[in-house]
């Protein structure tokens, strides 16, 4: 069974740093292109960042210069560093998992809130 789980949400002020954590188990995460998304009340859910199988990164505007998105295959986590937070920034952050080739292998984490506020 495949599970994405996140970790590392909270309350932080303005100005303020959290790590996100997504731990994966039932998949070999090499093979995966892993993406950090986010949903605020009332909006649509949108791409935060991205890592690919290779390595590669890709990034929102409006969070690029302030989050860092990285990858440890050997312990299945995917990371969020996420810096000079923002209340903009209060969302529920998911975690997903696509397969780099079978591209229907896609999976969810459940989430975790992440709540910017003084």
């Known amino acids: 069974q495949v599970q994405l789980v996140e970790s590392g949400g909270g309350l932080v002020q303005p100005g303020g740093s959290l790590r996100l954590s997504c731990a994966a188990s039932?998949?070999?995460?090499?093979?995966?292109?892993m993406g950090w998304y986010r949903q605020a009340p009332g909006k649509q859910r949108e791409l935060v960042a991205a890592?690919?199988?290779?390595?590669?990164?890709n990034y929102a505007d409006s969070v690029k210069g302030r989050f860092t998105i990285s990858r440890d295959n050997a312990k299945k986590t995917v990371y969020l560093q996420m810096d000079s937070l923002k209340p903009e920034d209060t969302a529920v952050y998911y975690c997903?998992?696509?397969?780099?080739?079978?591209?229907?292998?896609?999976?969810w984490g459940q989430g975790t809130q992440v709540t910017v506020s003084p």
């Open positions: 039932g998949i070999l995460l090499s093979f995966y292109d």
């Open positions: 997903n998992g696509r397969h780099r080739v079978v591209r229907t292998q896609d999976y």
């Open positions: 890592i690919s199988s290779g390595g590669s990164t």
